[in-house]
């Protein structure tokens, strides 16, 4: 049963351009969890995803990021005109329903993005 | 709002010893669980200890053990018999009862285990 995956691994983009950032949930996991991880800091929550749904986008950037879970296909985490600040690591986890609420989350390896 | 405070930003052990990472929380909160996530250097979190509130008893996982102080927010960290595969970042981190996995996590301490 493969992991969580993430992808790519790592990204450059110049300041403008737009990040795309793809997460497989592990078989069977029908919840996706994104997370930033700003250097020398540890990770912050960012948005909570089911298929076709977004539950809670509480730590979500108000403008230029957005995620999306469809049906079919990885979650995806998109950061429009990325800017210095958007540098980090972007780490994915995701959960099946029946740890939704407790805290079992698998993580992947994280996908680093750096803004020149 | 809920903050987790790891004091400690790095920590080395001989192998074999024995070291406690602390971790302090704030939170009005009284149904929560606490974790101590492990980030080796391929940065991927895992899952080292899981803590409900509401159980007194202190979580034990085979070398890793926490104490864990409700009235006091401290939830330490002990590895025991530390080995070389320890070293990473260790991360506390916090979570709502029923809030869909958002966790709050501390900055981390960097753990070296000494050969």
């Known amino acids: 049963n493969a992991g969580v995956m993430q992808n790519p691994r790592h990204l450059v983009r110049r300041r403008g351009q737009e990040a795309r950032l793809r997460c497989s949930p592990m078989?069977?996991?029908?919840?996706v969890y994104w997370y930033r991880q700003l250097p020398e800091e540890g990770l912050k929550f960012m948005v909570y995803?089911?298929?076709?749904?977004?539950?809670?986008e509480s730590g979500m950037p108000k403008e230029r990021f957005s995620a999306e879970f469809p049906k079919e296909g990885p979650s995806i985490l998109r950061i429009q005109q990325v800017v210095r600040g958007d540098s980090a690591a972007y780490f994915c986890?995701?959960?099946?329903?029946?740890?939704?609420?407790?805290?079992?989350?698998?993580f992947g390896e994280g996908s680093r993005l750096t803004v020149l | 709002a809920q903050t987790v405070t790891q004091s400690q930003p790095e920590m080395s052990v001989q192998e074999a010893e024995t070291v406690t990472l602390s971790c302090t929380y704030d939170?009005?909160?009284?149904?929560?669980?606490l974790f101590w996530y492990k980030q080796p250097p391929s940065r991927q979190m895992i899952l080292v200890i899981r803590?409900?509130?509401?159980?007194?008893q202190n979580a034990t996982e085979n070398r890793f053990s926490v104490n864990f102080q409700k009235a006091a927010k401290s939830f330490s960290l002990k590895i025991s018999d530390s080995q070389l595969g320890d070293t990473a970042m260790y991360f506390c981190?916090?979570?709502?009862?029923?809030?869909?996995?958002?966790?709050?996590f501390g900055t981390g301490t960097s753990l070296t285990v000494i050969p």
């Open positions: 078989k069977g996991h029908s919840h």
């Open positions: 981190a916090f979570m709502k009862q029923d809030t869909g996995n958002q966790f709050y």
């Open positions: 939170t009005s909160e009284n149904n929560y669980y």
């Open positions: 995803l089911q298929k076709e749904n977004i539950i809670d």
């Open positions: 803590q409900e509130a509401y159980k007194q």
């Open positions: 986890a995701s959960s099946p329903l029946r740890t939704a609420n407790t805290g079992e989350l698998f």
